[in-house]
């Protein structure tokens, strides 16, 4: 009788914890796709970090009078190596906006156009320093290199804020959840 009733047994318990797996499952997939985002939002903030770096030095004129246009055009290219590996990553993640938490599409619909002005800058001052290479630190690079650096350090400033607002509200849902185990609501 006792063997019988196992497999039946069995098969209740399997029916009442398999949809709570399988919701687990589920939201352990959401929150690895969207812990991937945050690490991917991240990664671009690396990497303003480091554009910012390059436009620190050739957005300086006192600087740039001292740099050859070859040293110039160096700075230049890390930039823009740097903005395309965040057009890079940017892309991928327009590619992942649905498994995308809404504050990480909100950050994202914020800094693209701030950074596409930042590479449009950047594209600028490459062709100014082209165009003059005889006197380049008479020309408009540092100019363009330095609005480029401003959208860079908008778009800095915007994602830090929203990494903040994240990281408060995890800290309010950990606050509540802890409440409520300790209430019994």
């Known amino acids: 009788m006792f063997r019988k009733m196992m497999p039946v047994t069995a098969a209740l ?8 797996v399988l919701a687990a499952k589920q939201a ?8 991937g985002a945050r690490y991917s939002l991240q990664d671009i903030q690396a990497n303003i970090v480091q554009a910012e770096r390059e436009t620190e030095t050739i957005g300086q004129p006192a600087m740039m009078e001292r740099m050859s ?8 290219t890390r930039m823009k190596d ?15 906006q649905d498994s995308l938490a809404l ?3 909100e950050a994202l619909a914020e ?7 930042a590479a449009t800058n950047v594209d600028l001052a490459i062709r100014e320093l082209n165009e003059n290479q005889i006197s380049p630190w008479h020309s408009h690079v540092a100019k363009y290199a330095a609005k480029a650096g401003e959208d860079e350090q908008k778009a800095m400033k915007t994602l830090h804020a929203y990494f ?8 309010e849902k950990k606050s509540r959840e ?4 300790v209430s019994g609501l």
């Open 13 to 20: 318990l399997a029916g009442a914890v398999m949809p709570q």
């Open 28 to 35: 352990n997939n959401e929150s690895a796709a969207v812990r």
């Open 69 to 76: 246009w070859q040293v110039q055009q160096q700075y230049l």
């Open 82 to 96: 740097n903005l395309n590996q965040i057009g890079a990553k940017v892309k991928r993640l327009e590619a992942e």
């Open 103 to 105: 504050w990480e599409r």
């Open 111 to 117: 800094i693209v156009p701030t950074l596409h002005d």
């Open 164 to 171: 903040k607002m994240d990281n408060a509200a995890r800290a």
């Open 178 to 181: 802890e409440l409520q185990s």
